[in-house]
């Protein structure tokens, strides 16, 4: 099973996000939690993307592949922006006050808290980040 | 005598992704919010949360609290609560 979708580096593409976790969690048949939690796993990857890999007003376009292996079902998200690893963002304290807490590394820190690998490569000018899950 | 104190509410429905992010500040920032204020964030109708909907009402319980009122979360889903104890945000707010 390999599933594609492909966007440009604009946050109104972000839309087709819940369309294609839908499809695939169907044809996986996968529950409404994975449903949910591999919209915000995949939204807040591809926004950071989205948002920050690119100067503004170029066109780019961000790939997102989903592959099941064996029981693992692994998404990679490949960009050609600025290289940056998301893996060495310091995990939020969550046990901070509201006062003390910081705005920035919740997205990061989400996709690790729900998946089970989370890595990233640096190749042929592509920033590749694998986050995957057993299901 | 004493008098109820004022309750403020907001309600919040469908996903608050990405795209929902200007809509929903745009109702907080229409807010005013005085001291002994309750505001209640009504979340009954939220399916979803991205950490930029969290990072809004982060920033609207320091608003609210400096401002001497009180901000109180109802209604979280269980998927989203589920959100809200991953990132340790249910510490941080009143829930109802």
Do not use: W
Not at chain 1, 57 to 86: C, M, R, W, Y
Not at chain 2, 48 to 56: D, K, Q
Not at chain 2, 58 to 74: E, N, P, S, Y
Request: net charge negative; with cysteine; charged share 25%.
């Amino acid at each position: 099973m390999e599933k594609k979708l492909t966007i440009e580096n604009k946050l109104e593409q972000l839309t087709l996000l819940s369309g294609y976790v839908e499809e695939l969690c169907e044809e996986l048949n996968l529950g409404p939690e994975l449903v949910f939690n591999f919209n915000l796993v995949l939204e807040e990857a591809m926004t950071n993307v989205v948002m920050y890999a690119y100067p503004e007003g170029e066109t780019h376009t961000i790939e997102l592949t989903a592959t099941l292996q064996g029981k693992e079902l692994v998404f990679v998200l490949k960009d050609t922006g600025t290289p940056f690893d998301p893996t060495q963002v310091p995990d939020v304290d969550t046990t901070l006050s509201a006062e003390e807490r910081e705005i920035g590394g919740l997205g990061i820190f989400l996709i690790k808290q729900i998946m089970d690998r989370v890595e990233y490569q640096y190749i042929d000018n592509h920033n590749v980040l694998t986050m995957a899950k057993n299901i | 005598m004493t008098t109820e104190p004022k309750t403020l509410t907001v309600y919040i429905d469908g996903p608050l992704n990405a795209q929902a992010l200007g809509e929903v500040q745009a109702k907080i920032d229409d807010l005013d919010v005085q001291i002994g204020n309750i505001v209640v964030l009504d979340c009954t109708e939220m399916t979803y949360i991205c950490s930029s909907g969290l990072r809004i009402f982060l920033a609207m319980h320091k608003d609210v609290t400096q401002r001497g009122a009180k901000l109180i979360i109802k209604g979280l889903q269980p998927l989203v609560k589920e959100v809200f104890d991953m990132t340790g945000f249910s510490q941080i707010f009143n829930f109802e």
